[in-house]
């Protein structure tokens, strides 16, 4: 299992007067290997965050412009795989990209509770955390 | 003291500028030139309507937009990847574009902006006499 984080695409900022010429050359190495990096990593990636409360795990995904249709969530023990499709909007007959990824829950969830929502290009998955078994006190009549 | 940073100016060297100090985030986005008019996609996630903000002005079009959502305080983070900074896009475009007559459409975290080339710009046959 290997997490590939994903990294927002940075802005660059132009070159300013006043900087010295290794400025610009940090410059120009850090932009060879964003330009690395982001190519890799942009196309079906997208970023997710997992947060917690007592009674949920709630996973948010970025996903601006999929197709409702498409947006699949699905849950097999602890592993939530989230897959969509977008088009490009500049060319309406071209094949959509799939993105798709798997995050690991943190904890126990009832997978068959499982919720989402989509809003604004953000993805909401609701997990309901699998209630802690509690203590039962069982009286035995002694003859 | 004085004749060290004299001799190694690198010392009082301001530090270089770097992109990580910028607090907006780039938004990814597309540029398409249709036969009257550029087409601006940009991927807004979790931007609405009521925070976001394009302005026009001395030929640079800008586009502002924060995110609505905040997290709830009895939520707590296990694993981020996102930021909560704002989105911030400055394009140059010259004044060949018509800004009274720009579109604007956002759906689903993506916003779509249509910008007419302005009419001075627009390729015109000149009449020999």
Redesign the interface.
């Known amino acids: 299992m290997r997490y590939v984080r994903y990294t927002y695409p940075v802005a660059r900022t132009a070159y300013t007067a006043g900087r010295t010429v290794w400025d610009g050359l940090d410059h120009e190495v850090n932009r060879l290997f964003q330009t690395v990096a982001t190519s890799l990593g942009s196309n079906s990636a997208f970023p997710v965050d997992v947060y917690n409360d007592k009674e949920n795990v709630f996973v948010r995904a970025e996903l601006p412009g999929v197709d409702r249709e498409a947006l699949n969530v699905e849950i097999t023990d602890d592993q939530l795989t989230i897959s969509a499709s977008r088009k490009d909007p500049a060319n309406a007959d071209s094949t959509a990209e799939s993105l798709s990824r798997t995050i690991t829950v943190p904890e126990p969830v009832q997978g068959e509770k499982v919720t989402a929502v989509y809003q604004d290009g953000v993805l909401t998955v609701t997990l309901p955390k699998v209630e802690a078994v509690k203590p039962r006190k069982v009286s035995v009549t002694v003859n | 003291m004085a004749l060290l940073t004299s001799l190694l100016p690198s010392f009082v ?1 301001e530090p ?2 770097t ?2 100090e ?1 607090d ?3 938004p ?1 986005y ?1 540029v ?1 030139e249709l036969e009257d008019a550029y ?1 601006v ?1 940009t ?6 309507k009521e925070r976001l903000t394009i302005t026009d002005e001395d030929g640079t079009l800008t586009i502002r937009g924060e995110r ?2 905040k ?2 305080s ?10 909560q900074s704002a989105f ?1 896009l400055s394009l140059y475009h010259d004044n060949v574009i018509d800004a009274d007559k720009a579109q604007a459409e956002l ?4 916003l ?1 902006l249509s910008l007419p080339k302005s009419e001075a710009r627009k390729p015109r046959k000149i009449a020999i006499g």
């Open positions: 060297r270089a500028v992109e990580a910028t907006t985030i780039r990814l597309q398409q087409k996609t991927q807004l996630p979790g931007v609405t609505s959502w997290q709830p009895e939520w707590s983070p296990v694993y981020r990847e996102t930021a911030a759906k689903d975290g993506v779509t």
